[in-house]
């Protein structure tokens, strides 16, 4: 058993991605949309460019949110945000109007900006075209004509910021219908217009499908969307350990204009042109080697093995003895039940986010959620597997003079060892499932294509993470499966 | 010899034995017997060093349980639950050998043990590697006597061990398990409900009712002086078939 568990330790530990013990390096991060990943490109470029070291990317992070906290913790060096996110979303200052301005608040929290970037990326909303022509739509304040039946689709972040959809609502007098607004993710807001599921979508201003989907953006005739000009955000640190480094990101000031910015979201997200191509094109620069598909997904796959691998052992190192503390004891038992049920109630995405705080970005956070996820599985099925166990047997072995040690590895354990292994067989499956959202902390993993696809809206690309996926979850039931010939007792495998 | 001595056992505030007296000679069998709800399955428990007692004592030979520790005990009393009690995951031949492995038996020690006592009970030796659900009831029941009698116990404690088996076999193993009781020359007590199994391998019964004992002597003492008119209901109440005459 010992050298089992030595052989599965050196295993795990030539798996773990190389980064984990690698040097420090400059890590660029991204939100998850298409803008971000391409600026997040340009950023690490230009940084490899100017000579200081070796750039890790992090990039399609997810929301504001986790970017920004991944920066404040340190887990990233800098990443491109926009002026009216950082004052609305961030400084949770409305009233910060100038560069200026948000600049001395960022520095308070030992963060410095760059110039703007060049192009200005506000929310704005738009209709299909040819909606906009029948019903005479120009401006946002022509929606009051026609609210009633209007069906919109909004991103979670517009619905949910000050300065998205609530604001805008109360300025323009708009009554929409709750229940005619859907949340939804950004890029696929797009398919919902195009496929006429709704009428009404918010977008970027620089948003390269807004040709393609033959939308029309109403003007925002009140002047209510703050300005939302790209600058990039780094920690002070960074800065000052990489002077040129940072030299070269300011040096980019005022040259992505809005223009420029359009086309090379448009040859992301429509042309399907990779992200270090279109950045490199725009540096002038030969573009950067791409990873071959195959060493791709090999490193793709250590590093959602290593995710669910750490997961699988920590839920039956914890979770089998948590178990057995819940059958022995009944009021602690009900608490660990309860709250290993809670956990699971904990949307995945929302227990990244409390874990960002506590554990930065990367690989940590996810190991974590990913650990408590598989919990419940386990326990409960530890629980289950020995309270079904006819209590004949447990006074039988204790009037055979049996101490409660030998009960519990000869009796107790092997008997409920179907059910036990059930519990890890769901807790594996499950975590392999939950391991493509670790992307989202800049875990990689499987969902690394998976996000960026959903993002650009790139079929084949989200395939690349999802198929490997399925992959790995049929193989990991097909290994549960000769385990259980290997762990299950005989005399309780022939029964079943 | 087992003895059991003032034996007082309340349960919840109820009292469930009062006062029960028992003795068993070396070598003697002897069947506890009453109606479910009598207390047997209690005193059964207290025998086999499960629960404790309020008053009194359990001896063998001459020896309280309370001297010893819960593994020496179990080493003196060997047990043979309902229906066998075997453990379902592990081999008949597993199931006779667990504690003398837990014990740290030698193999060799433990291989000539189990061919003695397969040799006694008249097992196929083929029947030993297979797991309890290929095994029949009476197999079953044979192999779970040897699990009983491989620590060489003092007593074996048997609880009802014909109740699953059909009328066919109980029959054929009844008789063997006479044969089995004398050849092994242990001290038994057989809990049962049913008479005729009392009967049938027991030299004495006791009879229980509400946690006392109503009367303890052989069937025919039980049949032609009864100490009390429940002995005589509880008797009569046993031969349920109506005799030839007695059927139209």
Known sequence: MRRILAALLITAAGLAPAHLWAAQSIVVGSKAFTEGYVLGEIAAQTIEASGQGPVTRKLGMGSTGIVFEALKSGAIDVYSDYTGTLAEAILKRPDLKSIDDIRQALL???LVMSEPLGFDDTYALAVKESFAETRELRSISDLSRVESGLRAAFSYEFMDRKDGFAGMAQSYHLHLAPQNIKRMEHSLSFQAIDDGAVDLIDLYSTDAKIEKSKLRVLKDDRGYFPVYQAVWVARRQFTEQYPRAWAALTGMQGSINERTM?????QADIEHVGFAKIAAQFLGAEAPRSQSLKSNILQRTREHLWLVGIALLFSVLVGIPLGLVAVRFHAAGQGILIASALIQTVPSLALLCFLIPLFGVGMKPALAALCMYSLLPVVLNTFTGIRSIDPKHLEN????????????????????????????????IVSIGTATLAALVGAGGYGAPIVSGLSLNDVPTILTGAIPAALMALIAYGLFELLGLAVIPAGLRKQT | ?????????????????TDVNLTIPKGATHALIGSSGSGKTTLLRITLGLIPLDKGYVKINDQALSSFSPIEWADRIGYVPQEGGLFPHISAFQNVSLMATLRGWKRAKIGARVEELRKLVDLDAALLGRFPFELSGGQQQRVAIMRAAMMDPEVLLLDEPMAALDPLIRRSLQQEL???????GKTVLLVTHD??????????????????????????????????????AFINAQRTLPDAAEVA
């Not at chain 1, 519990?408 to 059910?419: D, G, N």
């Not at chain 2, 006479?178 to 092994?184: A, P």
């Open chain 1, 108 to 110: 308070k929290m030992d």
């Open chain 1, 262 to 266: 359009i086309d090379m979201n448009a």
């Open chain 1, 397 to 428: 072995a204790r009037a055979f003079g049996m101490t409660n040690r030998q009960v519990l590895l000869r009796v107790i354990l092997p008997l409920a060892s179907p059910t036990i292994l059930a519990g890890i067989k769901t807790a594996t």
């Open chain 2, 1 to 17: 010899m087992l003895a059991l001595q003032n034996i007082h056992k309340t349960f919840e505030g109820r009292l469930v034995l």
């Open chain 2, 178 to 184: 006479k044969s089995i009781f004398q050849r092994l």
């Open chain 2, 195 to 232: 008479l005729g199994e009392a009967v049938y391998l027991a030299e004495q019964i006791t009879l229980l009712h509400e946690g006392k004992v109503v009367q303890s002597g052989t069937y025919g003492e039980l049949l032609r002086q009864p100490n009390d008119p429940f002995v005589t």
